[in-house]
């Protein structure tokens, strides 16, 4: 079954940068679509960003919008998030989560896999 790990959270200071990955041991991320969400206490999750397995089309929610990217190198099995300019509301478990196969914008998709998320906290 796949397992989805992200890794390279941390703390920083406003204006900083960081570089999560998202990853699955044992498995290949080629035919999945992966989505980056994120939640801080006392609000609902949010979703930021995600990426398409057929094209590597990309989708940034308006809040993180200029400021992150998403790649992906499936030669790595991995997908990445980085992470700029960041900003004290942006601190947050940040989870990836993966969907098989699917086509269409992938900010429509029901994401069926999740990671345990990693801690980010900017301060100001």
């Known amino acids: 079954q796949l397992r989805l790990v992200e890794s390279g959270g941390g703390s920083v200071q406003s204006g900083g940068s960081l570089r999560l990955s998202c990853t699955a041991p044992g498995f290949s991320l080629e035919y999945y679509a992966i989505g980056w969400f994120r939640q801080a206490p006392g609000k609902e999750r949010e979703g930021i960003s995600c990426?398409?397995?057929?094209?590597?089309?990309?989708n940034y929610a308006i809040s993180v919008k200029g400021r992150f990217t998403i790649s992906r190198d499936d030669a790595k099995n991995a997908v990445y998030l980085q992470m700029n300019d960041l900003k004290p509301e942006d601190t947050a478990v940040y989870y990836c989560?993966?969907?098989?196969?699917?086509?269409?914008?992938?900010?429509?998709?029901?994401?069926?896999?999740w990671g345990q998320g990693t801690q980010v906290t900017v301060s100001s």
């Open positions: 989560a993966g969907l098989w196969g699917a086509l269409g914008p992938c900010d429509q998709y029901k994401y069926d896999t």
């Open positions: 990426i398409t397995s057929y094209d590597g089309s990309t």
